[in-house]
């Protein structure tokens, strides 16, 4: 698994990986947990991680689709 993108936007990895299933790609959250405990300050960020052969199809996808992101 590589690291797509980390992210303190709640709304960011909820539109990436709808976009990243619609091209049949799959995709994996981590930090959820750590992100949920630490409440609604956002200091947390939280991970999409995609398999390492799909990673450039994935930053093609969510490029294609204008999202932006650091990573």
Do not use: C, K
């Amino acid at each position: 698994m590589e690291e797509l993108l980390r992210t303190n936007d709640i709304t960011l990895i909820p539109l990436a990986r709808t976009l990243l299933d619609d091209a049949g790609i799959d995709s994996f959250e981590l930090d959820v947990n750590m992100s949920v405990l630490e409440g609604s300050i956002g200091i947390l960020p939280r991970r999409l991680m995609v398999r390492s052969d799909e990673l450039a199809a994935a930053r093609r996808v969510l490029h294609d689709n204008g999202v932006r992101f650091e990573g």
